[in-house]
């Protein structure tokens, strides 16, 4: 008669390191805030309560928004004043776009770029 080793359970992995509260990798939670602007910023400052890089993109996103809405509607009230403004609207939008696609993706690949004044604004307000 032989005697069989006693099962052993499969080993588990880890679990995957989180966002914390929002349950995502910490790089797709900050794409996520600047992808989603105002949104998504207040959704993950509202959900994530430990990790302080989400915080910092949640609040560097909201900031941003804000900013080009204000911009935007100070231009559009001159380009009212002044027609040959409303070419700055244009380009105000573009910038937006392309500075938003700067920091996914720099925040797709887990780097931190902090925007001039937005940024240590943002850094403070997240605790970094």
């Not at 990798?25 to 302080?52: S, T, W, Y």
């Not at 700055?88 to 937006?96: H, S």
């Amino acid at each position: 008669m032989s005697e069989q080793p006693p099962s052993q359970p499969p080993p588990q992995a880890p679990p995957p390191a989180s966002g914390g509260g929002t349950g995502l990798q910490p790089n797709v939670a900050a794409l996520l805030c600047d992808l989603l602007c105002l949104v998504g910023g207040i959704v993950f400052l509202v959900i994530e309560k430990e990790n302080r890089e989400v915080k910092f993109h949640a609040w560097q996103s909201i900031i941003l928004f804000g900013a080009y809405i204000v911009l935007y509607i100070v231009l559009t009230i001159l380009a009212f004043i002044i027609p040959p403004i409303a070419i700055l609207g244009l380009f105000l939008g573009l910038g937006y776009l392309v500075v938003t696609i700067i920091l996914m993706i720099r925040s797709y690949q887990g780097q931190l770029m902090k925007l001039p004044i937005i940024g240590d604004f943002a850094a403070q307000q997240a605790g970094l």
